[in-house]
């Protein structure tokens, strides 16, 4: 076999392959989102310039801003057991981070200083009134470097199993861009993302770290979160790459030092919680902390009552 002929078969074998990833792609995609769990009727959508985000708006009173993990998997959806009963009392709104859930996912690298910026502009334009904010996990930062660039937007800030204060200040490593490059490759990079989210790696996550008693999980839950990971297929990714390459992060020391009112609630089976709450409080000795009991990194999940028990005391 000549050369020309051996280049041939390659370039058509590589072809083949690259076609085999594209198939498998869409059909991990389809197969997540058939269900359209996270589908919301009452939901609006703010005309943001860096795209359209998603939100809804429920209840009557002072305005409650819910802001769900920054991870691809995450959205709104994960704060459905507590939003009516917030919305007693309140104007409740939560919002699908741009990149993820419902919202646009434009082809960017995503930053804590580009979600500041959404974040602000969403209260100026659309709450137009001074907020508290719940936070879960690692939009603590969001929250955190929101409130210090703009704090006449914020009262009362509230971080639901926080990302620590050293955690958050980790910027991107030496091997960062070359995983960004791998991500970004067509086909490829969708493919290595696929296998890094897979629902069998969130149910592990589900039953080892998120949730406490693993037999009380609804399958709903666990098929809302795996949904929302591919919901636009390819632009699922640019999240989860710009996470994983450390470019969410921010020096959140001084932030922590200067706001007044923040709270911090940990579920109380959560191993690190003690010892984050304890790296802010040696920051600022004035935050409030409170755990729930029976509950990991999900406690508006798994204990919603005992949950809205503690905000409806942080709030009042």
Same mark, same amino acid.
């Given at each position: 076999?000549?050369?020309?002929?051996?280049?041939?078969?390659?370039?058509?074998?590589?072809?083949?392959?690259?076609?085999?990833?594209?198939?498998?792609?869409?059909?991990?995609?389809?197969?997540?989102?058939?269900?359209?769990?996270?589908?919301?009727?009452?939901?609006?959508?703010?005309?943001?310039?860096?795209?359209?985000?998603?939100?809804?708006?429920?209840?009557? @009173?002072?305005?409650?801003?819910?802001?769900?993990?920054?991870?691809?998997e995450a959205s709104?959806?994960?704060?459905?057991?507590?939003?009516?009963?917030?919305?007693?009392?309140?104007?409740?709104?939560?919002?699908?981070?741009?990149?993820?859930?419902?919202?646009?996912?434009?082809?960017?690298?995503?930053?804590?200083?580009?979600?500041?910026?959404?974040?602000?502009?969403?209260?100026?334009?659309?709450?137009?009134?001074?907020?508290?904010?719940?936070?879960?996990?690692?939009?603590?930062?969001?929250?955190?470097?929101?409130?210090?660039?703009?704090?006449?937007?914020?009262?009362?800030?509230?971080?639901?199993?926080?990302?620590?204060?050293?955690?958050?200040?980790? @910027?991107?490593?030496?091997?960062?861009?070359?995983?960004?490059?791998?991500?970004?490759?067509?086909?490829?990079?969708?493919?290595?993302?696929?296998?890094?989210?897979?629902?069998?790696?969130?149910?592990?996550?589900?039953?080892?770290?998120?949730?406490?008693?693993?037999?009380?999980?609804?399958?709903?839950?666990?098929?809302?979160?795996?949904?929302?990971?591919?919901?636009?297929?390819?632009?699922?990714?640019?999240?989860?790459?710009?996470?994983?390459?450390?470019?969410?992060?921010?020096?959140?020391?001084?932030?922590?030092?200067?706001?007044?009112?923040?709270?911090?609630?940990?579920?109380?089976?959560?191993?690190? @919680?003690?010892d984050i709450a304890?790296?802010?409080?040696?920051?600022?000795?004035?935050?409030?902390?409170?755990?729930?009991?029976?509950?990991?990194?999900?406690?508006?999940?798994?204990?919603?009552?005992?949950?809205?028990?503690?905000?409806?005391?942080?709030?009042?």
């Amino acid at each position: 076999m000549n050369k020309c002929r051996k280049l041939g078969f390659a370039v058509a074998a590589c072809g083949a392959s690259i076609t085999a990833l594209h198939l498998i792609n869409k059909k991990i995609a389809k197969t997540a989102t058939q269900k359209d769990i996270t589908a919301n009727s009452d939901e609006l959508v703010y005309e943001w310039k860096f795209g359209k985000v998603a939100y809804t708006k429920s209840g009557k @009173g002072s305005p409650v801003l819910l802001l769900h993990d920054l991870s691809p998997e995450a959205s709104s959806y994960e704060w459905k057991r507590i939003k009516k009963a917030l919305a007693e009392n309140h104007t409740v709104y939560t919002i699908d981070l741009l990149g993820c859930g419902h919202s646009e996912k434009p082809d960017i690298i995503y930053t804590i200083y580009m979600y500041t910026q959404l974040l602000n502009d969403f209260i100026l334009n659309v709450i137009n009134k001074r907020v508290d904010i719940i936070t879960s996990k690692d939009s603590s930062t969001i929250a955190l470097m929101s409130a210090i660039s703009n704090p006449l937007a914020y009262d009362n800030i509230v971080l639901i199993n926080p990302q620590s204060p050293m955690d958050a200040k980790k @910027g991107p490593d030496h091997y960062s861009r070359y995983r960004k490059c791998m991500l970004n490759i067509p086909v490829i990079g969708t493919f290595i993302y696929n296998m890094c989210v897979r629902r069998d790696f969130f149910e592990r996550d589900f039953t080892s770290k998120n949730f406490y008693n693993k037999h009380y999980i609804n399958k709903e839950w666990l098929e809302a979160f795996n949904e929302t990971a591919h919901i636009g297929g390819a632009k699922a990714k640019y999240v989860y790459l710009s996470k994983d390459c450390g470019y969410t992060t921010a020096e959140i020391s001084r932030a922590v030092k200067t706001l007044n009112k923040i709270s911090i609630i940990n579920g109380k089976e959560n191993a690190s @919680g003690k010892d984050i709450a304890q790296q802010f409080l040696n920051i600022n000795p004035t935050i409030s902390t409170y755990q729930v009991t029976n509950s990991k990194l999900l406690p508006q999940l798994e204990q919603p009552l005992e949950l809205n028990k503690i905000l409806k005391k942080i709030l009042k």
